[in-house]
Nanobody
Framework: VQLQASGGGLVQSGGSLRLSCVASGFSFSNYDMGWFRRAPGEERVFVAALKGGDTMTHYADFVKGRFTISRSNMKRTVYLEMNNLRPEDTAIYFC????????????????WGQGTQVTVSS
């Protein structure tokens, strides 16, 4: 199993970025996909998730209305569109996968990518 995240970078406050994560080695369309982040000096936290084989999504309160998770099963890729970025969004962003499960939440993601750095300047 491999998850390769990309798309991070440096952006000014209020700007946008789109993260991508290409998956291989498992049945992508049958897996829930998620994004997590770890800010400097803090623990990793949940950002968003998207159910395999469905359009159901789940977001952390601090990104609702600003971030959008989506996927392309044909490209085996999950995306995180981030708008109206704030300095507090600065973190390493990780994509993750788990077998499709109920409920769609932050638990039991057992496959992880290497992370991509997002830095938001004020």
């Amino acid at each position: 199993v491999q998850l390769q995240a990309s798309g991070g970078g440096l952006v000014q406050s209020g700007g946008s970025l789109r993260l991508s994560c290409v998956a291989s080695g498992f049945s992508f369309s049958n897996y829930d996909m998620g994004w997590f982040r770890r800010a400097p000096g803090e623990e990793r936290v949940f950002v968003a998730a998207l159910k395999g084989g469905d359009t159901m999504t789940h977001y952390a309160d601090f990104v609702k209305g600003r971030f959008t998770i989506s996927r392309s099963n044909m490209k085996r890729t999950v995306y995180l569109e981030m708008n109206n970025l704030r300095p507090e969004d600065t973190a390493i962003y990780f994509c993750a996968a788990r077998r499709r499960a109920v409920p769609l939440d932050s638990r039991n993601f057992n496959y992880w990518g290497q992370g991509t750095q997002v830095t938001v300047s004020s």
